[in-house]
């Protein structure tokens, strides 16, 4: 890394080159997913000095701007349709998907095994991460400006950046909400 050479590097298609989302690494294996392409599992590996990176697994799935979240070996994603979505992310498996629509944006972050994502629309979802179903445990409205920055977490409180102001929200769980789910 002295030279600021690259490592490695691998194509991922998407129509115009929107790859909006930040990748997300879990042990060797690089999760992406790209506008109008497909979501995709790469796999990297270190031989001496070289690093070589294979597609493990693709699924057609299509993300847009939201980045993922990954707990234990799911990961959580918003999709360019508008709906969630989990994966194995070991497997490509796709573990469910919500029929409902939550905005054309997500921001997320974790804690345990609770998602908060504030959607474009003012309206932070508060759901439950689990791989065997959707659990939405509560959403509602903070604000009536469009909310499209990304969430900041700062011990217990959420930054929420809208259109023309920011907010601080305090953020505290019940003991008995914090368990990590077991893996699938």
Sequence with gaps: MKTGSTLWSHNVPAFRG???????????????????????????????????????????????????????????????????????????????????????YMSMVAQDNLIVALNDRGVPLLIKASPKEFELLDSRKISDDSTWAHLVV????????????????KWELPVDTISLPPDS
């Design 18 to 104: 929107m790859n909006i989302l930040t990748p997300t690494i879990h042990q060797n294996l690089v999760f992406t997913s790209s506008y109008d392409g497909a979501t995709f599992g790469f796999e990297l590996n270190k031989a001496g000095d070289s690093w070589a990176v294979k597609e493990k697994w693709k699924d057609p799935a299509q993300g847009y701007m939201s980045s993922s979240i990954i707990i234990s070996d799911h990961v959580y994603l918003h999709l360019r349709n508008r709906r969630m979505t989990c994966f194995n992310i070991k497997t490509g498996k796709r573990k469910w998907i919500t029929s409902k629509r939550f905005g054309e």
């Design 154 to 169: 700062t011990t217990n409180q959420i930054w929420v950046r809208e259109l023309h102001t920011l907010t601080v929200f």
